[in-house]
């Protein structure tokens, strides 16, 4: 049985990672002073990884699979298969971004009047390569962690920075000109490897699981029993994902129904179902949701 090398990010994603490996089913157990976790299957090998080196082990073949943010495979030019999209941040949250950002009182309004200027940023690689497509030359320099400061003390005369709602650049006296690209959280994977069909069926299989339990993420099951004559009312109360799952009950003109909503409605609908005739309702809470 081949073993499955899988990179879980180190850092500020590893958290989240292990809690939705956890409600696919996947328990990994994790020490602050090894990079190498335990999990409790034996075909996979989980390996602690930052997530801005991720894509490059893997595209290397030193890891099977991993993931890690679209701005990381960018920043390092990887060719890996990008398997799916985990959405570890809800459907409806601002996407994140990384934006030129000047100082609000800076008479720079636009990205082409940088040139020959210099600007600070994580992601070296990639925003030379953005900014020499725009035929702008400047100067671009990294910087790792406090990157803000760097424009208010003169260091630099911009920055590009990762943010989401713009609102730390603004408490930093810092305004957006541009955004040179969004990023999402990526399950990828070494070619070859997925072309090895062992392999191949097991990171399938894991991927199917991960998704399943963020599907499921928000999301809860409801059950109850109607009266028969009331059954056309209720359904057209539920928002459910599909239609109901309607049964027959042992209680003579009564059913049983069964519906995945989201967690949110729940406060609404319960009483809108009890006024309407509703009995025996009962709310659960779903690890998986595959469609």
């Given at each position: 049985?081949?073993?499955?090398?899988?990179g879980i990010p180190k850092g500020s994603l590893q958290k989240k990672t292990i809690?939705?490996?956890?409600?696919?089913?996947?328990?990994?157990?994790?020490?602050?002073?090894?990079?190498?976790?335990?999990?409790?299957?034996?075909?996979?090998?989980?390996?602690?990884?930052?997530?801005?080196?991720?894509?490059?082990?893997?595209?290397?073949?030193?890891?099977?699979?991993?993931?890690?943010?679209?701005?990381?495979?960018?920043?390092?030019?990887?060719?890996?298969?990008?398997?799916?999209?985990?959405?570890?941040?809800?459907?409806?949250?601002?996407?994140?971004?990384?934006?030129?950002?000047?100082?609000?009182?800076?008479?720079?309004?636009?990205?082409?009047?940088?040139?020959?200027?210099?600007?600070?940023?994580?992601?070296?690689?990639?925003?030379?390569?953005?900014?020499?497509?725009?035929?702008?030359?400047?100067?671009?320099?990294?910087?790792?962690?406090?990157?803000?400061?760097?424009?208010?003390?003169?260091?630099?005369?911009?920055?590009?920075?990762?943010?989401?709602?713009?609102?730390?650049?603004?408490?930093?006296?810092?305004?957006?000109?541009?955004?040179?690209?969004?990023?999402?959280?990526?399950?990828?994977?070494?070619?070859?490897?997925?072309?090895?069909?062992?392999?191949?069926?097991?990171?399938?299989?894991?991927?199917?699981?991960?998704?399943?339990?963020?599907?499921?993420?928000?999301?809860?099951?409801?059950?109850?029993?109607?009266?028969?004559?009331?059954?056309?009312?209720?359904?057209?109360?539920?928002?459910?994902?599909?239609?109901?799952?309607?049964?027959?009950?042992?209680?003579?003109?009564?059913?049983?129904?069964?519906?995945?909503?989201?967690?949110?409605?729940?406060?609404?609908?319960?009483?809108?179902?009890?006024?309407?005739?509703?009995?025996?309702?009962?709310?659960?809470?779903?690890?998986?949701?595959?469609?």
């Open positions: 049985m081949k073993k499955v090398k899988i809690e939705v490996f956890a409600k696919a089913g996947f328990n990994i157990y994790a020490n602050s002073r090894s990079y190498f976790p335990s999990i409790d299957d034996s075909q996979l090998q989980p390996v602690l990884v930052r997530a801005q080196d991720m894509s490059r082990y893997v595209e290397e073949g030193v890891l099977d699979c991993g993931i890690t943010g679209e701005d990381w495979i960018l920043e390092n030019n990887s060719k890996v298969l990008r398997l799916s999209e985990l959405m570890y941040a809800k459907r409806t949250s601002n996407p994140v971004r990384w934006v030129v950002a000047v100082s609000q009182d800076s008479k720079i309004k636009k990205i082409n009047q940088l040139k020959g200027k210099r600007v600070a940023t994580e992601l070296v690689r990639y925003t030379k390569r953005f900014f020499k497509t725009k035929k702008i030359n400047l100067e671009v320099e990294f910087s790792w962690g406090a990157t803000e400061v760097k424009v208010k003390s003169g260091l630099v005369d911009a920055i590009v920075e990762l943010t989401e709602t713009g609102q730390s650049l603004r408490a930093n006296g810092l305004k957006e000109i541009e955004t040179i690209c969004e990023s999402v959280t990526k399950f990828i994977a070494n070619k070859s490897s997925y072309k090895d069909e062992e392999k191949k069926k097991k990171i399938d299989d894991l991927l199917l699981l991960l998704e399943a339990a963020l599907e499921a993420r928000d999301k809860v099951g409801l059950k109850l029993n109607v009266r028969e004559k009331d059954i056309d009312k209720i359904i057209s109360l539920l928002p459910a994902l599909k239609k109901p799952t309607i049964s027959s009950l042992a209680l003579k003109n009564w059913v049983a129904c069964e519906v995945i909503l989201e967690e949110k409605d729940v406060r609404k609908i319960i009483p809108l179902l009890k006024d309407n005739g509703a009995q025996g309702i009962i709310e659960y809470p779903l690890n998986k949701v595959l469609y």
